[in-house]
């Protein structure tokens, strides 16, 4: 049975796509499962400026190109944001390996990490974060904005997938035409890179 903010409910799994709406400037857009799920969301940790993700501008009526699906059933939150075939990842954080991610899964966790090595997934820092390259070369920014454990599975082609506890949103930078724009975006956001990119 499909309800007014587009959730299906099937017993106590909630499925459907995510309300967006507008924030900080034009091309990002803040995710939630639900109106209910945006007010029960911690604050970010991720912004400079807290506010600005519970912010929305109305001025701007744009739709994004791509919407996230969300499954949420045992108090765990999936979201994925499906995109074209052949596109690259990058980013996921402060983790170790290969710059390239596509086709990985990788766990965002606050570890001490002595000893890392290409095989460690969580290292001192969680930024949930993906830089996606689009076939066509515009690149979108997406960012999981949780401090909770989150798993990001890039297993599947053009697929991100984000896993952690409820309630979290997403927000997504772009697409815009290269990835310097996106991370300018995204610095207007976070106030410094950090390893987001990394």
């Known amino acids: 049975m499909a309800g007014i903010d587009g959730t299906t409910a099937v017993s106590d ?8 709406e507008p924030i900080l400037e034009e091309g990002i857009f803040r995710f ?6 945006r007010n029960a969301a911690f604050p970010s940790f991720s912004f400079v400026d807290p506010k600005v993700r519970e912010t ?4 701007i ?3 994004p190109s791509y919407i996230p699906t969300f499954e949420c059933v045992m108090g765990q939150q999936i979201v994925n944001i499906e995109l074209p075939p052949g596109t690259a990842f990058y980013g996921t954080g402060e983790v170790s390996g290969q710059l390239e991610r596509t086709g990985k899964r990788i766990l965002t966790w606050n570890t001490d990490a002595w000893g890392y090595g290409p095989g460690t ?3 001192y820092q969680s930024h949930p974060w993906v830089l996606a390259v689009l076939p066509s070369g515009e690149t979108l920014g997406v960012l999981a904005d949780t401090a909770h454990r989150c798993e990001i599975d890039l297993r599947q082609e ?5 896993i952690s506890r409820q309630s979290y ?9 290269s990835p310097i724009d996106v991370l300018v975006s ?7 890179f950090l390893h987001y990119y990394a």
């Open 13 to 20: 799994a909630r499925t459907g796509n995510m309300i967006f």
């Open 32 to 37: 939630d499962c639900s109106a209910d799920d």
């Open 56 to 59: 929305p501008i109305m001025s």
């Open 61 to 63: 009526h744009k739709v």
């Open 121 to 123: 997934t969580s290292l």
């Open 158 to 162: 053009g697929s991100i997938k984000f």
């Open 169 to 177: 949103p997403v927000v997504t930078f772009g697409p815009f035409p």
């Open 186 to 192: 995204l610095s207007h956001a976070i106030g410094k």
